[in-house]
């Protein structure tokens, strides 16, 4: 086995990895960086940004009905070239991925390909997925630091393990071949959300199946309700407090497969057995069954116990000092998905706490992860965005609240997109008070949400936010309206 030192070994090359290793390297680190797959990991290549492209196609097709339907434009849809869609999404993947090892490796970080595991605090041996015996493995001392950031993956349901056609998780639905006619979705988050938002905008029967009473049950219940009422509307069956019972594959072959074959149109499918919270249980036949029911961290064969280090009852790996993000054994760090809350498991969370660690590593003051103002951001249509507290978590946090909403409707451009959706701010009672948490739901609210986000960041009041003018007509002069209505100054609306 070959011997080799470095600085800093960076285990993993999602967004919390590559983004350590790049800064580490600017900071004039020796850098080695090794990942098993594809440098990018789960957001680049099978979660956020395939996902996202994915979504604006289904923004297209929508556009398709609300240009005929509403705006007289005599516009037909003939219909959705898979294999076209599917390119496209691919270039821009590949794209990324190119850009990403580009960046490496005009940083200087060595990448090396292989399966990392910890033989120490400072030791890791590195085997290449193809050798046998002895041949491919490598062992690396780091001088300063190790970094975990080896991800996560998608939660399973005993019995029911992905095909990647008729059970698929986030990982493979938008890689399972072709376009279902009806697809059932087990989990009620924001990646269960996104996905039956997009198959139903591809012509999908969806329906949505959450245990907890509201969908993204995380956020604000104003956004869960105006959500709900919003996916309802486009024609998605959504069922909360509900419980699935069991769920088995049927086969075509079989007589018992009639009644999945009248719901898709042909083809083994899924039926389950679905308890709601109100009424008779049910059985949903579907030809998909995409489960969304979060995600653990992975951490199998790391080899965590030779290096002083074991995670907790759900599988994370804590850090000892939340403000450095290092972990009890020195020298040892972690980012990403195995960090357990108050880190938020999202890719721009990670690039934070990438910053964050290299820069720890390399001896440099670095401001703490501010968790409460990093924003979440559902991509479905329409889309909710919040950042900070909602107005029960500020309650609970014995905050006296001044929470105010403000329909988009209420706004010309809110109008012309004719989507409803809303802003609701959340703010400390008083002239002074800070806005602790800021709303949205509505079309391209993703984009509007850093406005909020520095506000909530920077202790802003309401009447901080209202001296600033948005410009009109567009959708963020909702936030401004919410807040002149806040610092008492409504001008379209009256607390």
Same mark, same amino acid.
């Given at each position: ?97 190119? *850009?990403?090892? &580009?960046?490496?490796?005009?940083? @200087?970080? #060595?990448?090396? +390909? =292989?399966?990392?595991?910890? %033989? $120490?605090? !400072? ?6 997925? *193809?050798?046998? &015996?002895?041949?491919?493995?490598? @062992?690396? #001392?780091?001088? +300063? =630091?190790?970094?975990?950031? %080896? $991800?996560? !993956? ?9 095909? &990647? ?331």
């Amino acid at each position: 086995m070959s011997e080799n030192s470095t600085d800093v070994i960076v285990i993993g090359g999602g967004t919390g990895g590559y983004s350590t290793a790049l800064r580490a390297a600017h900071l004039g680190l020796d850098v080695t960086l090794v990942e098993r797959d594809l440098v990018g990991g789960t957001c680049l290549h099978r979660g956020c940004v395939p996902s996202k492209a994915m979504l604006h196609a289904a923004e297209l097709v929508d556009g398709v009905a609300e240009a005929r339907e509403r705006w007289g434009v005599k516009a037909t849809l003939e219909g959705v070239d898979w294999p076209a869609l599917t390119a496209t999404r691919d270039d821009i993947v590949s794209r990324n991925h190119r *850009g990403v090892e &580009g960046q490496l490796s005009r940083a @200087g970080v #060595t990448v090396v +390909r =292989g399966t990392a595991t910890l %033989t $120490g605090p !400072r030791g890791v041996r590195v085997t290449d997925a *193809g050798s046998t &015996g002895g041949a491919g493995v490598q @062992g690396w #001392t780091a001088r +300063r =630091g190790i970094v975990l950031a %080896t $991800g996560s !993956r998608p939660r399973t349901l005993p019995g029911l393990e992905p095909d &990647g056609q008729h059970v698929v998780t986030s990982d493979d639905a938008l890689f399972a071949p072709g376009l279902p006619k009806s697809v059932l979705v087990l989990g009620g988050g924001a990646i269960g959300v996104e996905y039956a938002s997009f198959h139903r905008s591809m012509g999908a029967e969806v329906t949505l199946v959450e245990a907890a009473e509201r969908l993204l049950p995380l956020e604000d219940e104003d956004v869960s309700r105006q959500l709900t009422r919003a996916l309802k509307k486009r024609g998605i069956t959504v069922l909360t407090g509900a419980r699935m019972l069991d769920a088995h594959r049927v086969d075509a072959r079989r007589a018992d497969a009639r009644r999945v074959d009248a719901a898709t149109g042909g083809g083994p499918g899924i039926e389950a057995r679905v308890r709601p919270a109100r009424g008779a249980e049910t059985v949903i036949a579907a030809e998909r069954l995409l489960v969304a029911v979060g995600r653990v961290p992975v951490t199998d064969g790391l080899g965590l116990a030779a290096a002083g280090l074991t995670t907790d009852a759900r599988g994370y790996v804590p850090p000892a000092d939340l403000s450095t993000l290092s972990t009890a054994v020195p020298g040892l760090h972690v980012v990403g998905d195995l960090l357990p809350p108050p880190s938020l498991g999202l890719a721009h969370a990670s690039f934070a706490e990438g910053l964050l660690v290299a820069e720890t590593l390399a001896g440099l003051p670095s401001r703490p992860v501010d968790y409460a103002a990093v924003p979440r951001v559902t991509y479905s249509s329409p889309q909710t965005a919040s950042v900070g507290l909602s107005e029960a978590e500020a309650r609970a946090a014995g905050y006296e609240v001044a929470a105010n909403v403000m329909p988009l409707t209420a706004t010309a451009k809110g109008m012309v997109h004719g989507q409803g959706g809303m802003v609701k701010a959340v703010a400390e009672r008083g002239a002074q008070g800070r806005v602790l948490g800021v709303h949205l739901v509505g079309p391209h609210v993703s984009e509007m949400i850093a406005e909020s986000q520095l506000a909530v960041a920077w202790d802003a009041s309401p009447a901080d936010i209202a001296q600033h003018v948005h410009p009109h007509p567009t959708l963020s002069e909702a936030v401004g309206e919410t807040f002149l209505t806040l610092a008492g100054r409504g001008l379209h609306q009256h607390a």
